[in-house]
Every structure is written in C-alpha cells, then in structure tokens.
C-alpha cells in the first residue's frame, strides 16, 4: 500500500483515499475514473489472498468484504458505480459524462449495462473455478457460454457508429465481374454503377461505447472486457479452431495465448491448419486494441497482469 506515484512527500495528507485489489474491473472503474479526472489520491492496493479485508477495520468500511472502497473526507462509499457517479457529480470537470440529454441517457444506460458482461462472465469463470473437473456439466457450461456469446455481440453491435459511413473507395478491376444487375463489383463484394471506383458506403465503428469520447460507460465496460480477454476470450479467431491468433498469408497460425498488458501476449504453440482468419469481434478487437494504448489504462493497468498470464477459462 501507498500513495499514487507523483505525490510530493511534504504534501499534506490526501483527502481522497482508494482500496483497491489488482485484476477486480470493479476496482479498475474506479482507478480509471480517478486517472482520467487528475484527481490525486491515496492509493491503498489490498491483497486478496491476506484475508485483510475480512479483517473489523475493512469490514467497518465495506460490510461486504470487498474493494473498491473509496474515501473523500468525510465521505465513505463502495460500489463501483456509486462511486464513479459521486465523481462525476462532485467533480465535474473534466466530464465524463455528454452534456446533452440524448448522449447522456446513453452513456448511463451502457456504464449500468456493463455489468451484465460482468455476470456472463462470472457465471463461467466462477462454476469453472469452483467445480472439480470430473464434476463439469458440458451441457451447463456450453449454455453459459453461448450467453456470453451472445452478451458479447450486443456489444459488438453497440461498437457501430450511428449514421457514419464512408465510401468503400477501391478501384474497380479491369475486368471486373458484372453481376445480374449490371453492376461491377470490388473485393469487398461492394457493388457500383461507377466506371472506376466502388462508391458502396460503409459503416464506421464508434470510437467508444456511448459515442466518440471516453466516459464513465468505457470505465465501467473496459474493464470488463479486458477481464474477459485476459480469461482467454478470443475477439478475433479463425475457421479453424476457437482459439485467438494471427495469419501469415492463407495459413492459419493461431497461438494458445493469454492476454495481458499489450494485449496479447505469452503466445506458445499454433495450429498451422490453411484457413482464411476471421474476425469474431472486429469491433470489439478495435476498441480493446485502441484503449490498451490509452495513457490513463496503461497507467492502471492491473499490476499483476504484465507478470504472469490468466486461466485460459474462456478460451
């Protein structure tokens, strides 16, 4: 435990105080929330395994026995939502929160929503965890599964910028394939009445979940997500396998991987099976690859997660 990197040793005491355990996304929210608002605070890493917060102190503060646990002066809170919306509402600037009416019912929609990511995934990881091998009920897990499957693509289908779209833009082939209707057609199976260029519109993906800035819905749902991947969750895969991997021109190279700071890492053996590659999430894959390079995530990232790799429970 101590304080946050950056504060001065004569300051005075820090008003804002956090406990918070590497690796909880509930915990994170916060510690993203705090980094995002330059707010200083008093940075109390709690370890799960010491028991301590079982112990009367931890318990006076959250009856629950768990992290995060946030103080500001005379203020005590846990839940991780509660508490990024004190933020939000104490310390408005920078905001994380739209200003206008719309975006913010969006915004507040996704940051709750998030949680239903959380208990998908819970659900796997804690029946796994908790249940002996020889015990596990292939049909169970396999329903659970599909739920996060399912979870996972509402997300997907969040990642869809509303209304953006932008010209495919390739040049048509030479001899480019008429189809029935006369129109020519590009790699992308786009199809155009232009002589030279295909003009099909396509969709941009959102930058973040509730629109183009970061706000308290990505504190809420980054985590998670990252949770997920770190877990084993492929977001982009190919036809041949369920694992996550790369591709070296037509031959699939998939790796067993586990995720962690950097986002993929700790590859080790690939299946080498000659299957075009997919992308399961490509929006998803996007935004976990654009928020792993973001300063405020790097600067929280889970302590634990760059030194040794998670159970590949989800892959």
Known sequence: MGEVPGAAADAPPLRRTLYWGSGSPPAW??????????????????SFESGVLRTPPMLSLNPRGLVPIFIDGSVR???????????????????????????????????????????????????????????????????KRDALWEELSLWESYLVGEGASEACGRGLPRQGQRRRSGARSCRRGCSTNDAHACTHALRLAAVYVAGDAFTLADASFFPNLAYCVRLGLALEGCVCCSHGGMVKGRECVCALFTAGRGFLLFANSSCRRPFPVRRRYPNLFAYMERLTRRPTVLATWPPHWSQSPGLPILS
């Not at 009416?101 to 995934?121: G, K, P, V, Y």
């Open 29 to 46: 929210r916060v510690l993203l929330a705090l980094t995002e608002k330059g707010l200083p605070f008093r940075s109390e890493q709690v």
């Open 77 to 143: 809170m846990y839940e991780s939502l509660a508490i990024l919306m004190y933020l939000e509402l104490t310390y408005p600037e920078p905001a994380l929160l739209p200003r206008d009416a719309a975006s913010r019912a969006r915004c507040l929609t996704r940051m709750h929503e998030a949680n239903s990511l959380s208990a998908a995934c819970g659900e796997i990881v804690y029946y796994v965890r908790r249940t002996p091998p020889a015990d596990i009920n292939e049909a169970y897990l396999s329903a």
